[in-house]
């Protein structure tokens, strides 16, 4: 069963975590499709009809983005607002595309994961910070599975570190 990887980064070329995995999942045609949201818009004129298509054909679906504002890039959240529409996503008998699929968030965030808990930099956890993106997948019955995070860009850019998260990466994609 492939897996559906939509890739939000608004500079995916100066990129250093989320380029080399999309690297690595581009070796692996038969198992990941890789659909980058700022390589086919641009100009941020999502096709509605094209995106619903696309989350109907797949079971798994992982959103991966870099993780900044507590948030996620601004094209995701157009993306939510513009393709997950009523009658589609939710609501009405004919509602509900997504049901069923197993859903899931793969971030790079800049600090280590202590920053991200009560007593650390930011006071809240991933999980925390990530509820919007749960709800929001709960609404629309799909089956949200725990996140894979990848912490401390930061620290350590270092060549050998990137490396370090891409058997990581791919062992949770096959997770699904």
């Known amino acids: 069963m492939k897996t559906l990887v939509i890739v939000i980064h608004p500079d995916i070329e100066k990129s250093v975590i989320n380029k080399r995995w999309?690297?690595?999942?581009?070796?692996?045609?038969?198992?990941?499709?890789?659909?980058?949201l700022y390589?086919?818009?641009?100009?941020?004129?999502?096709d509605v009809a094209k995106e619903q298509q696309l989350i109907e054909s797949y079971d798994n679906i992982v959103f991966q983005f870099?993780?900044?504002?507590?948030?996620?890039p601004p094209l995701l959240k157009k993306w939510f607002d513009e393709v997950l529409l009523y009658g589609w996503a939710y609501g009405s008998k004919s509602g509900y595309k997504?049901?069923?699929?197993?859903?899931?968030?793969?971030?790079?965030?800049?600090?280590d994961e202590e920053g991200y808990s009560a007593s650390g930099k930011y006071k809240y956890t991933m999980n925390e910070l990530f509820r919007p993106?749960?709800?929001?997948?709960?609404?629309?019955?799909?089956?949200?599975?725990?996140?894979?995070?990848?912490?401390?860009?930061?620290?350590?850019?270092?060549?050998?570190?990137?490396?370090?998260?891409?058997?990581?990466?791919?062992?949770?994609?096959?997770s699904l």
Request: charged residues 30%; aromatic residues 18%; negative net charge.
């Open 39 to 46: 390589e086919a818009y641009p100009d941020e004129k999502i």
């Open 98 to 111: 997504a049901g069923g699929k197993k859903i899931s968030l793969a971030v790079t965030a800049g600090i």
């Open 22 to 36: 999309m690297d690595e999942l581009k070796k692996s045609p038969e198992k990941y499709t890789i659909h980058s």
């Open 66 to 72: 870099p993780f900044y504002w507590f948030s996620s």
């Open 133 to 174: 993106y749960e709800l929001t997948f709960d609404y629309i019955k799909a089956d949200y599975k725990e996140p894979f995070v990848y912490y401390g860009i930061e620290n350590d850019p270092s060549a050998e570190w990137i490396e370090s998260s891409v058997p990581m990466y791919l062992e949770f994609l096959d």
